[in-house]
């Protein structure tokens, strides 16, 4: 049978069925048996498979996605939320919208130690949805403010996501993490400033909070003090990785020990209990994500055997169009797939073949990388698969509908589309980090 069916079939399975709603690594590791199977034969395929399992994920460098998943669980049940939240909001009183911007940089600083997106949104939906709520402030403001500020944990190292990312395109990732940071602080920035325009233009968005009219300065040096243990954590990994001291693995393993002592240290993880459940969703995020890993690695070999890969790459590039039309379009898809499919598997399933392309089309990879990382964070707070709405939506405890989150995301969208605008505009604002720490 021709290769170049096979591979389409294929790819025709695989949509029909995550159309049908089978998980994801079922979907990979069947068509990819099967399309093997008639290319090479059983036996050859199923020995592939076994290759695939062990040499896949039999490295020392994926240990980093395990570390800082550790360390991520460790800071979601050791307290530095909320730290970062009533602390954030003490810097923000008087400011229009003051609980929702201590919601937008209290995400951001609890990112910086947190990578998990879903986690941030829904710990800051039970931190500050309840706050938002007693002082009146607008449902749909309080909703969409909470979730969109949830995405920052994509962008603002140690990102889970970023590491994925590495893992797929074998970039390095020190040099995603740096890239980061600055995109993750402006998108930050212009959320907060869209807030005050927003609360300005219709204060009963955001009502004032009576209490903040207490608040000194003195008061606002001793919350920027006592999130110390944050910054600290985010000092060891970053600077770790920016000194030389630590490799991206060794970072992982340092962060998730500090962020094991401070929890200890603040009393929040002196419970066995809640040691063993970081443990837990620790193992259990893990184990999910190396099968995708590896199930997407066993489909990408699959294709290409197909040579559909480098049938297309050389189609792209050899398309009469700008380079800039053909990313758009690469950009467009994975938009629309992120709406319907979650950010991991849609990066698993399309990096091993898009990849290439963009870079042999002479677009840093580098700055890519963060492009697509701005898609992801626009992704998880848009219907109809929205994670974020879908998280938040479950902890507000008063019946919150995820229809109710997704009407309060647009604005904020427009928001991250001008941070996208911004980048491709300015993408010095993504490599002035990674160039300057990490050289060249």
């Known amino acids: 049978m021709d290769f170049t069916i096979v591979g389409i079939l294929g790819i025709i399975s695989l949509l029909v069925l995550l159309g049908l709603g089978v998980h ?9 048996l099967v399309g093997t199977s008639l290319l090479i034969g059983l036996k050859p395929a199923l020995s592939m498979l076994g290759d695939t399992l062990y040499y896949s994920i039999a490295s020392p460098t994926f240990c980093v996605l395990p570390l800082f998943i550790l360390m991520g669980s ?42 998990s997106s879903l986690a941030t949104a829904t710990i800051f939906g039970k931190l500050a949805y309840p706050q938002m709520k007693k002082y009146g402030y607008d449902k749909f403001f309080t909703l969409g403010s909470i979730s969109s500020s949830g995405t920052f944990a994509c962008m603002i190292p140690p990102s889970g996501m970023f590491i994925l990312f590495a893992i797929f395109t074998e970039q390095s990732v020190g040099r995603l993490f740096m890239a980061g940071i600055i995109p993750g602080l402006l998108t930050a920035t212009i959320y907060a400033i869209s807030m005050i325009v927003r609360a300005k233009m219709n204060p009963t968005l955001a009502p004032v909070v009576p209490s903040e009219k207490d608040v000194t300065v003195k008061n606002r040096f001793q919350a920027l003090g006592r999130m110390w243990p944050i910054f600290f954590l985010a000092t060891l990994v970053i600077g770790g990785i920016y000194s030389g001291i630590f490799t991206s693995t060794e970072a992982g393993a340092a962060g998730a020990l500090g962020a094991l002592v401070f929890g200890l240290w603040q009393g929040k993880l002196r419970r066995m209990k809640e040691v ?30 197909t040579q559909i890969p480098t049938q297309l790459a050389d189609f792209l590039q050899n398309w009469d169009v700008p380079p800039l039309v053909i990313l758009t379009c690469i950009m467009g898809v994975w938009l629309v797939l992120g709406m319907f499919i979650v950010q991991a598997a849609v990066f698993a399933l ?91």
């Open 74 to 115: 460790f800071a979601a049940r050791g307290g530095f939320a909320s730290t970062a939240y009533e602390n954030a909001h003490i810097l923000a009183a008087r400011i229009p919208a003051s609980l929702a911007i201590a919601t937008s940089f209290g995400s951001a600083i609890f990112a910086s130690i947190c990578g």
């Open 276 to 305: 063993k459940g970081a443990l837990r969703e620790s193992a259990r995020t893990t184990s999910m994500l190396m099968f995708i890993i590896i199930a997407a690695l066993y489909f990408s070999k699959f294709l290409a055997l």
């Open 24 to 32: 994801l690594v079922i979907d990979f590791l069947i068509v990819a």
């Open 350 to 440: 399309t990096l091993p073949i898009l990849f290439p392309v963009v870079v042999a089309l002479g677009y840093d990879p580098v700055w890519f990388c963060v492009i697509a990382m701005k898609l992801n964070e626009i992704a998880g707070v848009t219907p109809p698969v929205g994670l974020n709405a879908f998280g938040l939506a479950g902890v507000t405890g008063d019946g919150t509908k995820v229809e109710d989150v997704f009407m309060g995301v647009w604005p904020f969208i427009l928001c991250d589309v001008i941070v996208l605008i911004m980048l491709f505009l300015f993408p010095q604002i993504v490599l002035y980090l990674p160039n300057a720490m990490l050289g060249n």
